[in-house]
T-cell receptor, first 115, second 112 residues
Framework: DAGVIQSPRHEVTEMGQEVTLRCKPI?????LFWYRQTMMRGLELLIYFNNNVPIDDSGMPEDRFSAKMPNASFSTLKIQPSEPRDSAVYFCASSLAGGLTGELFFGEGSRLTVL | DAKTTQPPSMDCAEGRAANLPCNHS???????VYWYRQIHSQGPQYIIHGLKNNETNEMASLIITEDRKSSTLILPHATLRDTAVYYCIVRGHQTGANNLFFGTGTRLTVIP
């Protein structure tokens, strides 16, 4: 079975550029989560969706970050403009039953480096 | 959600049982204990969860004390591939509160 698929796996960009990270959740899952991981702050929840609707975006650092889920099989996390402090690994995860059971399935992550 | 406390690191000899402790003294009655692990450069992986009874699956066993203020994750026969950061998370099963908060975890190193 295909797991959560994220792209790109690695991205290096220059400060000020727009970055778009993509996620395809597991088919049939109705919750999707975006996390960010850095050495300093560990794993942080940025935003999560239930049935394509954003439920809690309180973890989104600032207006430069935006996330969309236009349908059940696709989500994007966009950073515009990017800054060096955005360098991190960004993980997407999906789950069944609105995440009620707490069993999340994570993708391999997108490692972002902003120069 | 209740906070958890875990030792920052542990070592375990290959083939021996790895016992990873977690304190969650402020856990409330409807909160579950979850364990995830993260192998280097990979996304976190669900291991097991429980409410008050001990649980076992193909990966591990979860022992929760009777007062539910602490728990232990047991990997019965640790292998080198079990080297990872292990996260203990306490979370309620509430509609609309579906997120998981990861702490700093325990870095387990399995030694040959």
């Amino acid at each position: 079975d295909a797991g959560v698929i994220q792209s790109p796996r690695h991205e290096v960009t220059e400060m000020g550029q727009e970055v778009t990270l993509r996620c395809k959740p597991i088919s049939g899952h109705n919750s999707l989560f975006w996390y960010r991981q850095t050495m300093m702050r560990g794993l942080e929840l940025l935003i999560y969706f239930n049935n394509n609707v954003p439920i809690d975006d309180s973890g989104m650092p600032e207006d430069r970050f935006s996330a969309k889920m236009p349908n059940a099989s696709f989500s994007t996390l966009k950073i515009q403009p990017s800054e060096p402090r955005d360098s991190a690994v960004y993980f997407c995860a999906s789950s069944l039953a609105g995440g009620l059971t707490g069993e999340l399935f994570f993708g391999e992550g997108s490692r972002l480096t902003v120069l | 959600d209740a906070k958890t406390t875990q030792p920052p690191s542990m070592d375990c000899a290959e083939g021996r049982a790895a016992n990873l402790p977690c304190n969650h003294s402020t856990i409330s009655g409807n909160e579950y204990v979850y364990w995830y692990r993260q192998i280097h450069s990979q996304g976190p992986q669900y291991i097991i969860h429980g409410l008050k009874n001990n649980e076992t699956n193909e990966m591990a066993s979860l022992i929760i004390t009777e007062d539910r203020k602490s728990s232990t994750l047991i990997l019965p026969h640790a292998t080198l591939r079990d080297t990872a950061v292990y996260y203990c998370i306490v979370r309620g099963h509430q509609t609309g509160a579906n997120n998981l908060f990861f702490g700093t975890g325990t870095r387990l190193t399995v030694i040959p």
